[in-house]
């Protein structure tokens, strides 16, 4: 996408909330908002209507296989902070816990032993939420 495109999807998106209708996303504080909107206002709108307003709608992948990409990535890089958030959206988006298990297990071998035990540690706790 470039710097044009960008910046017009970043506008419309914006907008949407004052458009006769879309009172929802206004109305109901998002995740971003609730966890970083008071310290970082910009930062929780770029969440909401870049990130999970426009790349997690692209049509070329599926929410689940978004997730079971982006659980992979978090693992790999040792980002246990996010990981919860995004083994609960990988189970909403029809991820099973098995293929979650099987993701870990084959990671241990690619991003090593260290990221895999975190990574199940913080599952076994996201499942017995769920």
Not at 70 to 78: P, R, S
Not at 88 to 116: C, M, Q, S
Not at 117 to 127: D, E, G, M, N, P
């Amino acid at each position: 996408m470039d710097r044009r495109s960008f910046l017009a999807a970043t506008t419309m998106l914006a907008v949407a909330p004052l458009l006769p209708g879309n009172t929802a996303m206004a109305d109901t504080p998002s995740n971003g908002r609730k966890a970083f909107g008071d310290i970082a206002p910009a930062l929780a709108d770029y969440t909401d209507k870049v990130l999970f307003g426009d790349l997690w709608e692209r049509p070329n992948l599926s929410p689940r296989d978004r997730s079971l990409v982006t659980i992979t990535a978090l693992i790999a890089l040792y980002r246990h902070n996010e990981l919860p958030f995004h083994l609960k959206r990988a189970l909403d988006n029809g991820v099973t816990r098995d293929e979650i298990v099987e993701t870990i297990t084959h990671l241990a071998f690619y991003g090593g032993w260290p990221v895999a035990s975190t990574a199940l540690s913080v599952a076994r706790k996201v499942f017995e939420e769920a």
